[in-house]
Nanobody
Framework: QVQLVESGGGLVQAGGSLRLSCAAS????????MGWFRQAPGTEREFVAS????????RYADSVKGRFTVSRDNAKNMMYLQMNSLKSEDTAVYYC???????????????WGEGSKGTVSS
């Protein structure tokens, strides 16, 4: 059974940092793209960042470039999202996802976690 479990969300002041983790289990993700999406109340789920599991290729939404960093540890089946210089508009539920192809369209991704909430107070 495939499982993606996020952790590390919480409350932080604007300008602060949060680090999200995603633990993957149930299958090998060596050929999968892993990604982060987020969804604020009343909005569509949006792409944040992704990383190829095997070649370390990364991709970011324009809104987070230079502030967020996605990384992974293949040996531990873990993926991370380091979020710095946080803004109130970064407040959302953050989801971990996995897919053979990746991309920025949320509906195309195959596996999802339950989400972890990050709140940035101004």
């Amino acid at each position: 059974q495939v499982q993606l479990v996020e952790s590390g969300g919480g409350l932080v002041q604007a300008g602060g940092s949060l680090r999200l983790s995603c633990a993957a289990s149930g299958r090998s993700f060596s050929s999968y793209v892993m990604g982060w999406f987020r969804q604020a109340p009343g909005t569509e789920r949006e792409f944040v960042a992704s990383i190829s599991w095997s070649v370390f290729s990364t991709r970011y939404a324009d809104s987070v470039k230079g502030r967020f960093t996605v990384s992974r540890d293949n040996a531990k089946n873990m993926m991370y999202l380091q979020m710095n210089s946080l803004k109130s508009e970064d407040t959302a539920v953050y989801y971990c996802a996995a897919d053979p192809n990746g991309g920025t369209w949320a509906r195309a991704w195959e596996y999802w976690g339950e989400g972890s909430k990050g709140t940035v107070s101004s």
